[in-house]
């Protein structure tokens, strides 16, 4: 348990699975109160009936499409209904959908939009605000080491990634002295449902994937210590080093044609 974090609220986006559900237990286990938001009201359901069995963790779900332009202020009304104060937020909710930009649903594009960046901007707006007027706060965006390049059949998702890094560096500048401080999460490819999700078969790549316990321990570590910036993973932190050295579209099509192409499926948003 820490006391830092001890009886305080902390609230996780897309806790329903993968980096968002170990980001929900570190806080429990560190002995913080925590507010499970996804889509799915039985898989948060079940997580919060563990984290009561294994660390008596209190928690409130809440089941919202925070995909839908009504789906943030869903969560806000909930949040004053329980008279929450959340001291912690972790914005992982999002998803990505691998193909080509034309060949994809403009419906599904624009959700994506709607979720990666709408949301995240929204509800950290409306959080970041109080914590700045209780001079405390600790906020975790998840980018992605997509948000340092362009990729082509990931072009959306990309841009949306580069937006939430490039926001979330800008406002902590913004908060830091007020207390509030935003670290931008960067993981590489992690072994989560994403990339069902997304449609792209990642079952020969799995030796060199990082779990979501590993991200999100990396990324508890670098809240706690203020970081601005982590990048789970050697071999992530070379990618980058890469990207930021090697000509751009050289990089985007080397890792481009890297990728297997398939046949892009259609699934919902976590």
Known sequence: MTEEMKNRWALVTGASRGIGRDFATLF???GAKVVLVARS???LDSLKEDLKTK?????????????RPDGIEELLQVLNEHEVQIDYLVNNAGFGSYGSFLQQSREKQLQMI???IRSLTHLTWSLAEKMKQRGFGHIVQLGSILSF????DYAVY????QYVLSFSQGIREELKPHGVFVTTLCPGPTATSFFDHAGQDISNRGPYMMTSQEVAEIGMKAMLAKKALVVPGWKNKLFIFLCQWLPQTWF????SNQMEPIKEKDRPAP
Do not use: F, T, Y
Not at 55 to 66: D, G, T, Y
Not at 149 to 152: A, D, G, V
């Open 28 to 30: 429990a286990e560190r």
């Open 41 to 43: 009201q039985e898989s």
């Open 55 to 67: 660390h008596q963790c209190e928690a409130i779900v809440i089941s919202c499409n925070l995909g």
């Open 114 to 116: 709607d979720l990666n």
């Open 149 to 152: 390049l362009p990729m082509p």
């Open 158 to 161: 990309s841009a949306s990634k």
């Open 252 to 255: 985007s099509n080397l890792i």
